[in-house]
């Protein structure tokens, strides 16, 4: 089913978007995203046909976001992998100031859609591998060394949403670079 983006389509995914990460996927039913995007529940099941077509839209959306956020930063990094690396925590500290006080919404659907089968599930885990790809490049190839970035980049997200400790992205992204650096 394609999606029909009228302006009151938009409205539910920006309600969604809004009260998904706010609350959890589980814990926001389709009566609120209708009643807080000014729709009836017709509306919003004729435009996106089901609940879980439209936590695909909002997982999709924050990726969709999130990269076009990173891709400028990355360019101006240049070709210095250390650099590209700063980048990327740089940008993710960034991101996570503006736009995300309960961490990765990814990692948080994850907690929540488990299941293989769900249509969610293949969002959030090509996000992921998205992100692993990126760090291989960054690492030249070496995937030994991309997946020891990406678990620092993990465990910041994650410390970040759970707010363990101060500036969980500079303090990671300083091991990384290391790391990087040492081959």
């Not at 969709?64 to 891709?71: C, E, T």
């Not at 700063?86 to 996570?96: E, L, T």
């Not at 591998?129 to 980049?153: C, E, K, N, Q, Y």
């Not at 970040?160 to 990384?176: I, K, L, S, W």
């Amino acid at each position: 089913m394609e999606i029909d983006w009228t302006p009151k389509a938009r409205a539910v995914l920006a309600a969604a978007e809004e009260l998904f990460y706010a609350r959890g996927i589980h814990a926001v039913g389709v009566d609120l995203i209708a009643e807080r995007a000014g729709v009836t529940k017709k509306t919003l099941y004729d435009r996106f046909g089901s609940k879980d077509r439209l936590v695909v839209e909002y997982l999709r959306g924050r990726d969709a976001r999130w990269r076009a956020f990173l891709a400028p930063l990355l360019d101006a990094a240049g070709d210095d992998p250390a650099a590209r690396l700063r980048a990327v925590f740089d940008a993710s500290a960034r991101w996570s100031a503006a736009n995300s006080g309960k961490g990765c919404s990814m990692i948080n659907a994850h907690a929540e859609i488990s299941d293989p089968a769900h249509p969610a599930y293949r969002v959030i885990v090509a996000q992921k591998a998205w992100m692993l790809d990126l760090f291989t490049t960054i690492a030249a190839g070496s995937v030994p060394t991309a997946r020891a970035l990406m678990l620092l980049h993990e465990g910041a997200l994650v410390s970040d949403g759970m707010h363990v400790f101060e500036n969980p992205y500079a303090q990671a992204r300083d091991v990384a670079v290391k790391l990087l650096e040492a081959g």
